[in-house]
């Protein structure tokens, strides 16, 4: 398809055409390098108004004084070569990105700076649309400016490709049935991840959430690796109950961009019955793991707790004091070793106890996320105000705790 830069009724336009005939009257420039310097709010691509203008004034051919023809000589080069890297992904957008050397770029503003071609675009820029629109053609895939499935970059330095494939993100809720799962892979501190006798050479110091429902999701997508984002973590001693809880599990470099949700969805729960479960897998994004992290939540907790000798007046006591609470909370003891030592403020909503005898009592805690409920127990030697131990003055212990809900925002 031929273009005429003569069809350009806009006056600037024209105007850049002439600055650009003394320009060529003085640099021998290539179809993209000449591109580039002329008119970027034009809506001819900039290698096309290149190859016009060369054309127009009679110098197509001749070598590059800002380029050496870097471009040319190596574009069927780099195309067949980002061909060949792809050839075993599956995507449907791309888009490429383009470095160059600094020494062009320097050239190319010298010239812009000396002719006052303030309408001219980037070189890279120029380049990077023309590869566009060759392997958007070649592989019949979109060019997406702003979240494409491939971003591949062309290195002008090194003549090399490497391509950054956005990873696949996978919602869902998780139920953990069974005490003694951690929620993310924990690396055994003996072998570092090797596989040991203390590990049961598995490598991991505990089973996890992540490990069981990620190692599925990484085989049904050929990642290279996965990742767990979710609201919040419970202990490892903790299960996790009711509805469950949001996660979202993030595929590293897959190949596979579609698989059966449902399908997995039962792989999952079948390896790994009586231990944990999924609910409603469905496809996700990035912006989902940001908003996810950032919701609202109330935790519903239930929990049973030691303690010597309550009376029934200690209950009601207990009941009305917790409930509708603001907790003050420094960072528990227990977790100082990886979290900073600060001061928060939590809300209990309610406290209720619903089963207690002499040697203590069960309960249902509505609460602000963030509370740390084995410490709302303890008291935590004074770090935590109130606290069931502070407020019946005597020890208080959490023996069992299970997280039965999580409401708030649409994850509710």
Known sequence: MSYDWRRQDDEKAFEGVQALNFVLDEFELCIFCSGSLYGSSTR???????????????????????????????MDKIISKALLMLK???????????????????????I????????????????????????????????EEEDPDVMIIFDFNRIDVSIQIKPVYIYGRYRKLERGISQSRWVCPQCNGVGCEKCSWTGYKYPSVEKMVGDVLKKAFLASEYHIHASGREDIDVRMLGPGRPFVMELVEPKKRRADLNQLEREINEKNKGKIEVIGLRYSSKGEVVTLKEAKFRKVYRLKVEVRNLSEAEVKMLEEKLSNCIISQRTPTRVLRRRADIERKRKVFKFNIVNYDIDGFEATVECEGGLYIKELVNGDNGRTRPSVSSLLGRESICKELDVIDILGDEYG
């Open 44 to 74: 001819i691509p900039g290698w096309i108004r290149g190859l016009s203008l060369l054309k127009l004034f009679g110098r197509n051919g001749r070598p590059c004084q800002s380029c050496g023809n870097l471009f040319e000589d190596n």
């Open 112 to 143: 812009r700076s000396k002719y006052g071609l303030s309408d001219a675009e980037s070189v890279k820029l120029t380049v990077s649309r023309r590869l566009d629109e060759i392997l958007s053609s070649k592989i019949g895939v979109a060019v």
């Open 88 to 110: 075993d992904y599956e995507f449907s957008t791309i888009k490429t990105g383009v470095i160059v050397p600094p020494v062009i770029i320097e050239k190319l503003d010298r």
